[in-house]
């Protein structure tokens, strides 16, 4: 009997990478293959990459290299790149690294089987359309198996908001919602495979608009409310915002919707409004913190969290001090922050950049004081009863660790509680990383 083929690969990126990561990995499943620990064990290597990163594609190239010599011992060995950088550099990649035997864009994964058996035949594969059928849909067919208590859920991809510094709009695509019909079904269908907590993905999740049920255009609360009607699935989340589409009803759901978590990432940027309309953000600081105001009042205790970028093309020690002003405002629980650096093909990639160390002691200065709320948000805890959902043993025997309802790592010693339960714990330390509590048995 010929043994299962292994596949394995590697991720890099935003979560919409590993969803799509685990997506592959069903479609290949379908084809016979099964997952490899190492890349040495491989009858497949696919690098899922991303192309946020600064010179994404030379990394690239310079990690295909080091597989060289596992196609030399194994020239049956496939190779493929897929995500944003693959959808970039297209035919390129396979001039450039002819070990390479197919190239698949975000939106065909599902033709990857049919790419590996072009590659098997000793062709090369390659594929970044954007094509008209839901890759989604065809990647249905998958095996029942038990998943762990979370999970990401793509609902929306690609943007129309052409950002200046972003890649986005071009290596995604136009912005596409999925059905809501079929959203719901693939959440009950994680449900019933264990998950017990869902973030709604999408690269800009609130634009959400997919076609309900009778046709018309249902709003990211909308979904949000009728997967909050799902027995069995305790919470949700959605990832990423941007703040000119916090709609009335996404806004109030945040709330009034029981399962929608009090955690929002919600980029902003910049807080210099001379800088944002160089972005091309469409938003000033000052609508984005009224927006702020009206979503702390709909839920007062909302974690929030941000994207920020320093050393944009322009940006004076001026406009940066309106950014650290802004985060002073606002007071962030968690935040993500980088160096401005350029990306082929976007418009502030053709204006004058600034120096390197400009940048790099301005995001020392806004990840100093972006350090010091987190860390606060995080001390607050302490004291305070939060729900955990548990996910999986801690690194000492007894250990369980999981998420409180603000997204914080949360462990508890010695406690037989499994994965998948929700359980209040009471806080009683705050560590660089985590919380430490124990079980308040409510
Ligand atoms: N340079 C630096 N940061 C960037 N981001 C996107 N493009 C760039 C770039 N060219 C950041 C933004 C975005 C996050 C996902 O990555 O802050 O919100
Ligand atoms: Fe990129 Fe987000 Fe701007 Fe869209 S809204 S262009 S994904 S930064």
């Given amino acids: 009997m010929a043994q299962a083929k292994k596949l394995y690969i590697r991720t890099y990126g935003c979560q919409m990478n590993v969803y799509d990561s685990e997506r592959m990995a069903e479609a290949m499943g379908s084809a016979g293959y099964t997952q490899a620990a190492t ?20 990394k690239v190239y310079s990690e295909l290299g080091r597989f060289k010599p596992l196609k030399e011992a194994n020239p049956d060995l496939k190779i493929g790149v897929a995500g944003c950088v693959a959808q970039a550099e297209g035919e390129e990649i396979m001039r450039r690294q002819p070990l390479v035997d197919m ?16 590659a098997r035949q000793g062709g090369k594969a390659l594929d970044t359309d954007f094509p008209e059928d839901d890759k989604f849909d065809t990647l249905r067919t ?4 038990k998943r762990g208590p979370t999970a990401f859920l793509t609902v929306q991809e690609g943007c129309d908001k052409f950002c200046a510094f972003c890649v986005v709009p071009y290596t995604r ?12 079904e693939e959440a009950r269908d994680l ?6 907590e869902i973030t709604l993905l999408g690269q800009n999740v609130n634009a959400y608009h997919g076609a309900g049920p009778d046709g018309a255009d249902w709003s990211l609360a909308r979904l949000i409310w009728a997967l909050n009607d799902i027995d069995g699935l305790e919470r949700i989340r959605f990832t990423t915002s ?25 980029p902003v940027q910049s807080g210099s409004d001379r800088i944002l309309k160089r972005m091309n953000r469409k938003h000033t600081a000052e609508s984005y913190l009224r927006l702020i105001e009206r979503i702390r009042a709909a839920r007062p205790d909302i974690l929030l969290s941000g994207d920020f970028i320093v050393g944009f093309p322009e940006e ?8 650290l002003d802004l985060i002073e405002e606002v007071n962030y629980g968690y935040a993500f922050s980088f160096k401005y650096s350029t990306r082929p093909g976007t418009p502030a990639a053709e204006r004058a950049q600034l120096d390197e160390d400009v940048k790099s002691d301005r995001l020392q200065r806004l990840q100093a004081l972006l350090t010091r709320q987190q860390r606060a948000a995080q001390d607050a ?57 124990r079980l308040s048995g409510g």
């Fill in 191 to 196: 449900v019933e495979r264990g998950v017990r």
């Fill in 381 to 437: 805890m302490v004291g305070r009863q939060v729900k955990v959902l548990f996910e999986k043993p801690g690194r000492e025997p007894g250990q369980m660790v999981g998420k409180s309802d603000y997204l914080h790592a949360v462990h508890v010693a010695d406690t037989g509680i499994a994965a998948g339960q929700i359980a209040p714990v009471e806080i009683l330390e705050s560590g660089p990383n985590s919380l430490a509590g």
């Fill in 173 to 184: 695509g136009a912005e596409v919602s999925r059905p809501a019909p079929r959203v719901l």
């Fill in 103 to 118: 190239v698949v864009g975000p939106q065909s994964y599902h033709r990857l089987p049919q790419m590996e058996a072009r």
């Fill in 39 to 58: 890349p040495e064990e491989a009858d497949m290597i696919l690098l899922n990459t991303c192309h946020i990163r600064e010179k994404a594609a030379e």
């Fill in 316 to 323: 004076t020690e001026a406009d940066f001090q309106a950014t």
């Fill in 142 to 145: 998958r095996p029942k198996a």
């Fill in 242 to 266: 941007h703040p000119n589409d916090m709609t009335d009803d996404l806004i109030a759901a945040h709330g009034t919707c029981d399962k929608l978590m009090p955690y929002l990432h919600l």
